[in-house]
């Protein structure tokens, strides 16, 4: 009996197709486990080294995690990072839940503001961001507006100069990136919205629910895993602020590390200074932080759901 099973023809067949597909899944798998994970675990042990350009001198144990948190510069960091995201992701995701409403619904032209909203997400960064220093710039077109209106740009922060003020720069890159990310969080909202079954907001509608009540109690509630992953990769890519910030505000962060984020102080570290070491136990505590982040984000908008159920 057992010979029989072994030599039918179907077992057999299967158990190659088996082999074939583990063997196709085991080299993603193996280069998720060298990239990421192996990695990962490399830079852990870098970042317990003095390691400079010419490779370790000494073991330091924890010496560059205090270092890190005896930086007042690296403190301002984490400030500029985390303030950046906690404003930024709110906006970029109510603008994106909004967007892909507008566009899910049967209005003329739907398809065209659909891509016009999206294309800011494709364009280059780096372009975006360059055109955006000369708009808004002292005789930039954006205080030109504001003069138009009788605003006196005059007596602005720093006369207008909205980047090179530490007290409006961070503010200026926040409105830029929420313009720019909001197409991509619409994206998110509107595969989920087109997956919604619409039996459940006319039954409401025929209860007597008003559509304030069928959005709250009935939308928002059925998007939760739309909630969860916009709010988690626009909270990954917030924290993850880097060419925005080095193209306003140079490599130091300017004017007064405002614009200093955690990846670019990264950057100095490594690239500039070469301390390997420290820049890879910088990315550890970046790490730490996002997965943080993200574990609460999982309780707020997982298992617990969204609270307009209730």
């Known amino acids: 009996m057992l010979v029989s099973k072994l030599r039918n023809p179907r077992l057999i067949r299967k158990r190659k197709e088996s082999f074939v597909a583990y063997g196709f899944l085991a080299i993603p798998m193996a280069l998720f486990l060298f990239l990421s994970i192996g990695i990962f675990l490399y830079a852990i042990y870098i970042s317990t080294f003095n390691w400079g350009i010419m490779g370790p001198t000494e073991f330091v144990g924890l010496d560059n995690y205090e270092r890190a948190f005896s930086d007042p510069i690296f403190l301002k960091a984490v400030r500029n990072?985390?303030?950046?995201?906690?404003?930024?992701?709110?906006?970029?995701?109510?603008l994106g839940l909004f967007l892909a409403l507008l566009v899910n619904s049967k209005i003329k032209g739907s398809k065209f503001f659909r891509s016009a909203f999206y294309f800011p997400s494709i364009a280059s960064s780096?372009?975006?961001?360059?055109?955006?220093?000369?708009?808004?710039?002292?005789?930039?077109?954006?205080?030109?507006?504001?003069?138009?209106?009788?605003?006196?740009?005059?007596?602005?922060?720093?006369q207008g100069a909205w980047l090179s003020d530490s007290r409006t720069a961070l503010y200026s890159i926040i409105g830029l990136n929420a313009w720019?990310?909001?197409?991509?969080?619409?994206?998110?909202?509107?595969?989920?919205?087109?997956?919604?079954?619409?039996?459940?907001?006319?039954?409401?509608?025929?209860?007597?629910?008003?559509?304030?009540?069928?959005?709250?109690?009935?939308?928002?509630?059925?998007?939760?895993?739309?909630?969860?992953?916009?709010?988690?990769?626009?909270?990954?890519?917030?924290?993850?602020?880097?060419?925005?910030?080095?193209?306003?505000?140079?490599?130091?962060?300017?004017?007064?590390?405002?614009?200093?984020?955690?990846?670019?102080?990264?950057?100095?570290?490594?690239?500039?200074?070469?301390?390997?070491?420290?820049?890879?136990?910088?990315?550890?505590?970046?790490?730490?932080?996002?997965?943080?982040?993200?574990?609460?984000?999982?309780?707020?908008?997982?298992?617990?759901?969204?609270?307009?159920?209730?």
């Not at 990072?81 to 109510?94: C, D, E, F, G, N």
């Not at 975006?128 to 740009?153: K, R």
């Not at 943080?292 to 307009?308: I, P, R, V």
């Open 81 to 94: 990072s985390v303030k950046y995201a906690l404003i930024v992701v709110p906006i970029q995701t109510a």
């Open 126 to 158: 780096a372009a975006i961001t360059t055109l955006f220093i000369f708009l808004m710039a002292p005789d930039g077109v954006f205080n030109g507006v504001l003069s138009f209106f009788g605003v006196d740009t005059a007596n602005l922060f720093n």
């Open 180 to 310: 720019t990310t909001s197409g991509t969080m619409m994206l998110f909202y509107l595969a989920n919205l087109q997956t919604v079954d619409s039996q459940y907001a006319e039954a409401a509608v025929m209860d007597g629910a008003t559509r304030r009540q069928v959005f709250w109690y009935i939308t928002m509630p059925l998007l939760k895993p739309a909630h969860l992953f916009v709010v988690a990769t626009g909270m990954i890519g917030a924290l993850q602020l880097y060419d925005q910030a080095i193209l306003a505000g140079g490599a130091d962060g300017s004017p007064d590390y405002s614009l200093m984020t955690v990846v670019l102080y990264i950057y100095n570290a490594c690239f500039r200074k070469f301390e390997f070491g420290y820049a890879s136990s910088i990315g550890v505590i970046l790490f730490v932080i996002i997965f943080s982040l993200t574990l609460l984000q999982k309780s707020l908008f997982g298992a617990g759901g969204w609270k307009g159920q209730n």
